[in-house]
């Protein structure tokens, strides 16, 4: 089979489950060109990309970062400074310092204001009539809720939401922009986040911002460069990928109308639900990392120095794993899937996006009788970010 995984192109349809499938049974170990003349190793397998997840002494994401393509120095350093590009012992205390401050209390508290947010989502969309669901309905909760979480002012939010996509979309000629252009918004993204941080040092808030920069980390302060970047990564996380698993959730579900009215009659089972989305959409398709020592990973030798690119959205499909996975089952359980990484990596918003998507189901549910397709949904062009860029949709409003 002619095996290319890197391409953008080859995800234009979704991801690309033929080639997975033969990899996970053929070469679940894969070595794979990069265009620039190097290459990687591809881990199809969900038992490899655990492994890998947790071995943080043998596979950093520091060096060189989380993405298959090497970043610009300049770009490098800012990003290594973001929790998902750092390793122990810079890595425990600051995401420690995040958790406490997002904790299960917390978004509790923070229910009553998303729900405020979705309905006000659902009444601008309740005019009923055809609509990109992706920009019209999936996307405005999540900045919504970054803006609320922040403490980001109102007229910021489509500015950050602007950053957000032009960094997580840049291979898509639709939404993405020169590399210079990719550069600048993650600039003037932290430039930003700087600002806010610098105006709230020693002020008392209790936005996250203020709780990040005015707590000591292992006996000092996060500066606000360091914050900077920080910023980058909570905004752009928290944007994109909940928006590509509200958006693939709800498709996943206008496909199977069982499947819709038995949520939408029994919203208590949405965990479990939303579980499955994400285990079939999975947000993002890999992040990488970078072997400091010479090893091995399933009978194959990793020298010191080689990428390897754990593919979580081929590891959510492995029949070793998930009895029947290409069945989309929303009351699969149990549900082991690695959408949102393992180890000490695990992200930081899980529980958030899964409040988030639960919220927006049963808002959505119960402003509306119905949607349905109105023409065929397209894919972001990247082999990074699975989601819709444009999902045509009808939806009905319920009689008052």
Known sequence: MDIDVYSP???????????????????????????????????????DVIKVSRDFKTYSAQEGFVLVDDLPPDLLGMAQNQLLGMDPPNHGPLRRSVIARVTSKRLMALEPMIRSVAQEVMLK??????????????????????????????EMWPQIRKWSDLQTSGTDPDLGGTPEE???????????????????RGQGGDDLISLLI?????????????????????????????????????????????????????????PLAIEEMLRWTCPLHYFRRTALCDTEIGGQKIKKGDKVVMMYSSAN????????????????????????????????????????TRIFFEEFFKTFSDIEMAGEPAYIRSNNIHGFKQMPVCVHPRKK
């Open 125 to 154: 969309a309740s005019r009923g009539g055809e609509m990109n669901f992706v920009e019209d309905l999936a996307g405005d909760l999540p900045t919504a809720v970054i803006g609320l979480l922040l403490d980001i002012p109102r």
């Open 9 to 47: 192109d080859n995800y234009l349809a979704g991801i690309p489950h033929e080639q997975f499938s033969w990899l996970r049974q053929n070469a679940p170990v894969y070595w794979h060109d990069h265009p620039d003349g190097s290459g990687y190793w591809v881990l199809t397998k969900h038992a």
């Open 214 to 270: 005015n707590q000591e980390v292992e006996g000092r302060l996060i500066s606000e460069m360091e914050f900077a970047s920080l910023f980058v990564q909570i905004t752009v996380a928290g944007n994109e990928t909940t928006r590509g698993l509200i958006s693939s959730g709800m498709y996943e579900l206008i496909k199977r109308p069982e499947s819709y009215r038995h949520l939408e009659a029994n919203p208590d089972q949405l």
């Open 182 to 200: 990719i550069a600048q918004a993650s600039v003037e993204m932290g430039t930003y986040g700087f600002q806010l941080a610098s105006e709230r």
């Open 317 to 356: 499909f492995d029949e070793d794993v998930f009895d029947d996975p290409m069945t989309f089952d929303i009351s699969r359980d149990p549900n082991p899937h690695t959408a949102f990484g393992h180890g000490i990596h695990l992200c930081l918003g899980a529980n958030l996006a899964r409040m988030e």
